[in-house]
Antibody, heavy 121, light 108 residues
Framework: EVQLLESGGGLVQPGGSLRLSCAAS????????MSWVRQAPGKGLEWVSG????????FYADSVKGRFTISKDNSKTTLYLQMNSLRAEDTAMYYC??????????????WGQGVRVTVSS | EIVLTQSPGILSLSPGERATLSCRASQSVRGNYVAWYQQKPGQAPRLLIYGTSTRATGFPDRFSGSGSGTDFSLTISRLEPEDFAVYYC?????????FGQGTKVEIK
């Protein structure tokens, strides 16, 4: 059974940093691309970032490019999202997701329950 | 980036009725790589359809997807009580994998 458990969210001031983690189990982690998708309160879904199975290919939404960094540790089966220079508009529920395939830009097949990030002074 | 526009924003129907949701792309989606997700209140989204028309595990055949190029649709042939939710389309033909704004299917 696929399980994705996010952690690391919380309240942070504008300009601050947070590192989200997603512990994965139940599948061969290195074979699949992974994504972060966020949802602002009462709003729709926004794909944030994706990383290929091997970890060499990364993609970002324009809204976070240069501020967020996605990475994965295949030995620890964990996905990360380092978020710097946070803004109020980054406030959202952040979902970790296992993609359907190994390359980036494939649908998000399984989702974690999400971790809340609030950027406010 | 490709912009997806979903319509209608809200669809008010009764159980047993047919639901047709539309997703229009600002440019042709490479490979017709369109997915649909279902999200219920307080829950994470679930992948429903991928590759325009392939149903994900766990969803019954009353759900079907179709389309090509810039116009895609999701049809629920006969609404069951558990189908009332928000549905999002996503294009996976080019980065970023953008989502539509969602269609809420509510009980009339």
């Amino acid at each position: 059974e696929v399980q994705l458990l996010e952690s690391g969210g919380g309240l942070v001031q504008p300009g601050g940093s947070l590192r989200l983690s997603c512990a994965a189990s139940g599948f061969t982690f290195m074979k699949y691309a992974m994504s972060w998708v966020r949802q602002a309160p009462g709003k729709g879904l926004e794909w944030v970032s994706g990383i290929s199975g091997g970890g060499t290919g990364t993609f970002y939404a324009d809204s976070v490019k240069g501020r967020f960094t996605i990475s994965k540790d295949n030995s620890k089966t964990t996905l990360y999202l380092q978020m710097n220079s946070l803004r109020a508009e980054d406030t959202a529920m952040y979902y970790c997701a296992k993609d359907l395939g190994s390359g980036v830009i494939t649908p998000q097949e399984f989702w974690g329950q999400g971790v809340r990030v609030t950027v406010s002074s | 980036e490709i912009v997806l526009t979903q319509s209608p924003g809200i669809l008010s129907l009764s159980p047993g009725e047919r639901a047709t949701l539309s997703c229009r792309a600002s440019q042709s989606v490479r490979g017709n790589y369109v997915a649909w997700y279902q999200q219920k209140p307080g829950q994470a989204p679930r992948l429903l359809i991928y590759g325009t028309s392939t149903r994900a595990t766990g969803f019954p055949d009353r759900f079907s997807g179709s389309g090509s190029g810039t116009d895609f649709s999701l049809t629920i042939s006969r609404l069951e009580p558990e189908d009332f939710a928000v549905y999002y389309c996503q294009q996976c033909g080019s980065s970023p994998g953008t989502f539509g704004q969602g269609t809420k299917v509510e009980i009339k």
